[in-house]
């Protein structure tokens, strides 16, 4: 069975570019979660979508924004990119029901603004 | 807001020595989960423990949660060199539906 897929792998944008970053969950997983990591940091949690919904998102600015598509996969765009917006994007799912359910992440999107 | 404090940040031993990390989060966790990050690789769910004072064991890792459910530790036996990256645990939650909180992780090296 595939696991989370993350596309692409590495990006490269200039400051005040946007970017878009895509996930695909494992099958039957509905929900999809977006994590930055900078260099050196722990995962900060930025969004929070399932069946097609958003359903939380964390302190981020506006400029972070995604959707779910019908088929669950995902989509992270950052608009007016900034230099500390350089960091990995992690995408996990899972087939949450409730609060007690692991997530399987992706490989993740190195983004880096220059 | 709920915070997930990990310590310590980096440890640093000597093949064949033990190592713990230690959660600790600011409220009750309903669970707690526990990943593991290679170097250069991503996050890799370890395991979930949701009963107070739970202990799970995976080969030499061992696992505890809190009596209070509010901290957790985990525990390597006899290091080796695969067991280096970056240990984060993680905790839902109880008011903001969906959203985990991990901790900063504890990166560990192996000297061989």
């Known amino acids: 069975e595939a696991g989370v897929t993350q596309s692409p792998t590495h990006l490269i944008k200039t400051r005040g570019q946007q970017a878009t970053l895509r996930c695909s969950p494992i099958?039957?997983?509905?929900?999809v979660y977006w994590y930055q990591q900078a260099l050196g940091l722990g995962l900060q949690f930025l969004l929070w979508?399932?069946?097609?919904?958003?359903?939380n998102r964390g302190n981020f600015p506006p400029r972070f924004s995604g959707r779910q598509f019908p088929n669950y996969s995902s989509e992270l765009n950052v608009n007016a990119l900034e230099l500390e917006d350089s960091a990995l994007y992690l995408c996990?799912?899972?087939?949450?029901?409730?609060?007690?359910?692991?997530?399987?992440f992706g490989q993740g999107t190195r983004l880096t603004v220059v | 807001g709920q915070q997930v404090m990990q310590i310590p940040q980096y440890q640093h031993v000597q093949e064949g020595e033990d190592f713990t990390t230690y959660c600790n989060s600011s409220t009750t966790l309903s669970n707690i989960q526990w990943y593991k990050q290679r170097p250069g690789g991503h996050p890799v769910f370890l395991i979930q423990?949701?009963?107070?004072?739970e202990v799970k064991k995976q080969k030499r890792l061992t696992f505890q949660f809190g009596e209070a459910k509010k901290n957790s530790s985990l525990h390597i036996t006899a290091t080796q060199t695969t067991d280096v990256g970056t240990y984060f645990c993680?905790?839902?939650?109880?008011?903001?539906?969906?959203?985990?909180?991990f901790g900063d992780g504890t990166t560990l090296t192996v000297k061989p």
């Open positions: 423990l949701v009963k107070s004072g």
């Open positions: 099958s039957g997983h509905t929900s």
């Open positions: 996990a799912s899972s087939d949450w029901t409730g609060a007690d359910t692991e997530a399987f």
């Open positions: 979508y399932d069946e097609g919904e958003e359903r």
């Open positions: 993680a905790g839902p939650s109880n008011t903001n539906a969906g959203k985990s909180t």
